[in-house]
């Protein structure tokens, strides 16, 4: 009788990324980690006839060559790598240096970058959603080549395959920077796919809007909190695009009789019905990205919203008990100093209490560093250079000074400061 192939699916760990100058050090705690819900939701697709193993090394710490132990340990005859391009390196070092026999790559990193995918050295590339060419692909005997998945439809999708995964490596172990208490099980979930937005800054790649049912939804409610978990978080790109549907989710988690502290992220909501169906139904926290105060840098972001809507915003919210987890750019076109100056007091006046502080800056794949090279601020490509060729550590590209780099640097030093000494909302369940 043939032993069944072994199939790994390895997320990349941290070690040689590219080296983040948008986000400040204080919103990445340790303590923090997701389950890997991409390969978690096609190991769910894969044939029983394979055995199936993940590898979730950014989770769980582990430097490169302890990935590679971890990998030559299984050895598998099928290895698949879910990349994004801040861990491209580590890709492209697995691909060279793994010995399974067979290598394939998947991942929002594959979306633009396939062709060069394939000459680092892997056998299969596949692009957008794989649940259900992965498993072709498997069966048709693991062709060579590129494999574009489109969007699946996720209502006909299992659940992820968490008992493949040992969940008491993503408990909480409680630190004195969390911004808020959870209790000690975080879990995620996806309720939908994308975003049709075109924000200039925002490296989401899947534009197509995808959602799941309201009854697919509560089915993964129920299954998060037989897991155990005490707190629920949806981590949609834009999970409130479609009114009816926020509403009738809520809904239903009430009718369910669903007890549990959860939370979303989305976008700027200025529904008061939908808002206060989110808050009866149990909705804590709203993730959302502001980005700024000023209409003309949201012009300019070709956000959405405009100030009165995120006025409006945050009153709904302060009114119905959600808080506001408020993300915010600076380093805008036209920005000024005494914006700069007077942001945290106009944050804290529309009554938010989690606010996020990230660097303009122009990320792999967006409108913004596309716009940067066709207009000439960009000498080269160097995106395009670090995908073809990526290096451990690459620093993203800037087009501001060094000097005016550290002063928006010590800007976000000084707000972080700031809003660390205000006392944080607690949410235990």
Not at 29 to 45: E, F, Q, R, T
Not at 158 to 177: F, G, V
Not at 186 to 211: E, H
Request: charged share 25%; net charge negative.
């Amino acid at each position: 009788m043939l032993k069944p192939k072994k199939i790994l699916l390895a997320v990349m760990p941290y070690e040689g990324e590219v080296q983040d100058r948008v986000t400040a050090k204080f919103y990445k705690n340790s303590a923090v980690k997701y389950m890997p819900l991409g390969v978690l939701s096609i190991a769910a697709c894969i044939p029983e006839h394979y055995e199936v193993k993940i590898l979730d090394a950014a989770s769980l710490g582990l430097s490169l060559d302890e990935t590679l132990h971890a990998i030559e340990n299984y050895a598998p005859d099928i290895l698949g790598l879910s990349v994004v391009t801040y861990r491209a390196w580590t890709m492209v070092e697995i691909l060279k240096r793994a010995s399974a026999p067979i290598k394939v790559v998947g991942g929002p990193h594959a979306t633009r970058n396939h062709a060069a995918i394939l000459r680092q050295g892997a056998h299969a590339v596949f692009v957008d959603d794989a649940e259900i060419i992965f498993p072709q692909w498997l069966e048709d005997g693991c062709p060579a080549g590129v494999f574009f998945g489109g969007q699946v439809n996720m209502d006909a999708l299992p659940l992820p395959a968490r008992h493949l995964l040992n969940i008491e490596d993503y408990r909480i172990e409680q630190n004195s920077d969390l911004l808020f208490n959870v209790g000690s099980l975080r879990l995620p979930m996806f309720s939908s796919r994308g975003c049709p937005y075109a924000c200039i800054y925002c490296d989401v790649q899947q534009k197509q809007f995808n959602f799941k049912s309201v009854g697919k939804c509560i089915e993964e409610f129920n299954a998060l909190i037989d897991l155990g978990a005490t707190s629920i978080h949806i981590l949609d790109d834009a999970f409130n695009i479609n009114r009816a549907r926020v509403s009738d989710l809520s809904q239903a988690v009430v009718q369910n009789g669903i007890q549990i502290d959860w939370s979303a992220r989305g976008t700027v909501e200025v529904r008061e019905a939908v808002i206060a169906d989110l808050a009866a139904a149990g909705c804590k926290r709203l993730h959302v990205g502001i980005e700024s105060l000023d209409d003309t840098v949201l012009e300019y972001f070709k956000k959405a919203c405009r100030l009165k809507h995120i006025e409006q915003f945050c009153e709904l919210c302060n009114r119905y008990g959600i808080d506001v987890l408020g993300y915010f750019i600076i380093g805008a076109p036209g920005e000024t100093d005494e914006y700069r100056k007077t942001l945290p007091e106009r944050i804290k006046n529309l009554g938010i209490r989690l606010p996020y502080f990230n660097l303009l800056s122009p990320l792999a794949e967006t409108p913004y560093y596309d716009e940067l090279l066709r207009s000439g601020r960009f000498e080269r490509d160097y995106w395009g250079e670090f995908c073809e060729n990526p290096v451990r550590d690459f620093i993203i590209p800037e087009v501001r000074s060094v000097e005016e780099e550290d002063h928006l640097k010590s800007v976000i030093d000084h707000y972080v400061e700031h809003f660390k000494r205000r006392e944080m909302p607690t949410f235990v369940s």
